[in-house]
């Protein structure tokens, strides 16, 4: 390329000034702009690298803990995304089998656990129509988030997976979620 008078009005992409380029393919206004756009990129790649490598980690320890009969309570939080809370309430209420091998060492029996909370994520396969007419609810049909833990007794954030991982269709309004109330019957009228 032979060299050009021509300027080429550009936006830089680091700080966003507006300046005259010399080639086409010039992306920063200046050595300051194009190095720290470098360094920002360089930061990303290593985060992005670092997060990877923990969703790695954590997906490996998941696979681990899912070829065991028995595991810890920390670990059930961790692979079925219910609560401590929830899964202290449903040992005491005989829900769950458990073994106490000491302080802290209680373990609990993931195959009762993974019936309870995965067998009900089965009718997920539903023809997408479907789901679009069921969002065809009245208010009076449905549930707030608050509404479903208080009747069934189980923490805010199980609803909210319940409802994530079955794919009940929600409906926002202000700060409230509404979710139909003969699925979420259906749902937790099994256990
Ligand atoms: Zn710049």
């Known amino acids: 390329m032979g060299y050009s008078q021509l300027k080429i009005p550009k936006i830089c992409e680091h700080c966003g000034k507006p300046f005259e380029a010399k080639t086409v393919t010039t992306r920063f206004c200046s050595d300051t702009c194009n190095n720290a756009s470098l360094r920002l990129r360089k930061k990303q790649t290593l985060e992005e690298e670092r997060k990877q490598k923990v969703l790695q980690e954590s997906k490996a320890i998941i696979a681990e803990i899912q070829t065991r009969p028995y595991i810890s309570i920390a670990e059930a939080v961790v692979?079925?995304?219910?609560?401590?809370?929830?899964?202290?309430?449903?040992?005491?209420?005989?829900?769950?089998?458990?073994?106490?091998?000491?302080?802290?060492?209680?373990?609990?029996?993931?195959?009762h656990i993974e019936a309870m909370f995965t067998a009900v994520a089965l009718p997920e396969q539903k023809p997408q129509e479907?789901?679009?007419?069921?969002?065809?609810?009245?208010?009076?049909?449905?549930?707030?988030?608050?509404?479903?833990?208080?009747?069934?007794g189980i923490s805010l954030s199980t609803v909210s997976n319940l409802i994530r991982r079955n794919s009940i269709p929600k409906r926002e309004v202000g700060k409230f979620v509404y979710v139909p109330k003969e699925m979420i019957d259906k749902l937790l009228a099994r256990k």
């Open 79 to 111: 692979l079925f995304g219910i609560s401590k809370n929830t899964i202290h309430r449903l040992i005491r209420a005989g829900k769950i089998p458990a073994v106490n091998l000491g302080e802290r060492l209680t373990r609990i029996s993931r195959t």
């Open 130 to 152: 479907q789901q679009a007419v069921k969002l065809q609810y009245e208010p009076s049909e449905c549930y707030t988030i608050g509404e479903v833990s208080e009747k069934y």
